[in-house]
């Protein structure tokens, strides 16, 4: 694998794999760019070097083939807007064949070609060799800046990399930032080392509290998920959000916590309402004594003096998922408190990453994306890295 930033890419043409799964009204305008103009440094520093950029990307989900509304050819203004005057972005109307080699061929240095939709072919998801050897064959090496997809072993997240030498095939800058970020914080951490678990469920956060009780120091959980933990030692959590199915699994986390000696934080009190709904009637009171009608929406007030403490002590801080439903104003003040913690433990010298949908919106929403140390556009598969798996489009870069 040769380091992006180290390469010279005079001369040659840069085959970029790329996440430009932008939404899209229906007259077919961008609604948020924020994909796009995350390669656009990965773009430019190819086509100063005086190399030229072939662009490959999914768009949607596409059924049968080719489709119009799944046309990358609608991104083309405005990826040349963002790039500006100087190169000028052609497009090929099919992303194999005679049309993209051609269309390949015919590219002069600062030059950049969008390629159509991976996904009109049946063979990008099914990760097809020959389909992935055909796409490698238009450019001299390979750049993977598609964070969001490297859980995948799609043709032209991870097959396409075996038809290059390991000295032509890189992470681009989007995808390095995630992959150290990702990596400082799982395999270097500085201890103390925290991570905050919110959200709904249990069941789609078991794997990760499990990885993370061989690496974590304190396990702050958070949300929803906290009551089924709640309830598991015997606890009234009156109607809150609780699986079940999942109070022996909970229980047993607990157990293995104790005996790696981890510390798991769970809520002590909580924001209880009498509905779920933003006009709810609210009170304060103990995560174990929820009366009877009432539920959990939020963690308490002396939770959050709690959690702040543990996360203003770490050193290392990864944050998944809400710890309420922020999405109410009534309920979003223990996710804001924990996100202000993070801050402060960041200016202090903390590494903070945070990583899956709903926190990031919550960082977002509350205007601390720029306080914390990294935010992760890569949901599923940053989620996938903490589990502990190996993600096909980081292996394929660095076997
Ligand atoms: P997830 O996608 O699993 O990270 O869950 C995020 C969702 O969990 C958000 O939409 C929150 O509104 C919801 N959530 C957080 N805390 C609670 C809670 N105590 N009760 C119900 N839903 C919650």
């Given amino acids: 694998m040769s380091k992006f930033s180290q390469f010279n890419f005079g001369d040659k043409k840069a085959l970029v794999r790329v996440d430009f799964n932008v939404p899209l009204n229906e007259n077919f305008q961008i609604t948020d760019d ?28 596409p059924k049968d083939g080719p489709d119009k509304k799944y046309s990358l050819i609608h991104l083309v203004p405005h990826l040349q807007k963002l790039l500006g005057d100087e190169p000028e972005v052609f497009f090929s109307a099919d992303c194999i064949g005679e049309a993209a080699a051609h269309a390949a061929a015919l590219l002069q240095k600062g030059d950049v070609l969008l390629l159509e939709n991976l996904r009109f072919h049946k063979e990008e998801e099914k990760g097809d060799m020959g389909f992935a050897e055909q796409l490698s064959t238009l450019g001299d090496v390979y750049i993977n800046d598609a964070f969001g997809t490297a859980h995948r072993a799609h043709a032209s997240t ?9 000295d032509k095939k890189m992470f681009g800058l989007l995808m390095e930032g995630e992959v150290s970020s990702a990596e400082k914080v799982l395999l270097k951490s500085e201890k103390p080392f925290t991570a905050i678990i919110g959200g709904a469920k249990v069941s789609d956060k078991i794997l990760i509290i499990e990885n993370l009780l061989e690496k974590a120091t304190d396990i702050i959980i958070g949300g929803g998920m906290a009551y089924t933990f709640w309830k598991a030692q015997g606890k009234d959590i009156g109607n809150s959000l609780c699986e079940d199915d999942r109070l022996g699994l909970a229980s047993s986390l607990l157990e293995m916590a104790k005996a790696k000696g981890v510390n798991i934080h769970l809520p002590i009190d909580s924001t209880i309402a009498d509905k779920f709904a933003a006009d709810a009637n609210i009170s304060n009171c103990n995560s174990g004594e929820i009366p009877a009608g009432w539920m959990g929406l939020d963690i308490g007030i002396q939770a959050r003096t709690d959690f702040s403490e543990v996360i203003l002590r770490s050193k290392t801080i990864l944050w998944n998922g809400p710890m309420g439903v922020f999405e109410m104003e009534k309920f979003q003040a223990g996710t804001k408190t924990i996100a202000e913690a993070v801050a402060a433990a960041t200016q202090k010298g903390a590494f903070s990453l945070v990583g899956g949908g709903d926190s990031v919106a919550a960082v977002n929403q509350f205007g601390f994306n720029d306080k914390v140390s990294y935010v992760s556009t890569g949901g599923g598969a940053m989620l996938e890295f903490f589990e502990g798996k190996e993600l096909p489009g980081i292996a394929a870069i660095n076997k």
Wanted: zero cysteines; glycine letters at 8%.
């Fill in 158 to 166: 991870a097959i396409v990399a075996d038809f290059f030498d390991a």
């Fill in 34 to 61: 924020t994909r796009m103009r995350a390669a656009i440094p990965t773009i430019q520093k190819v086509l100063q070097d005086g190399g030229s950029v072939i662009l490959m990307s999914h768009f949607g989900r």
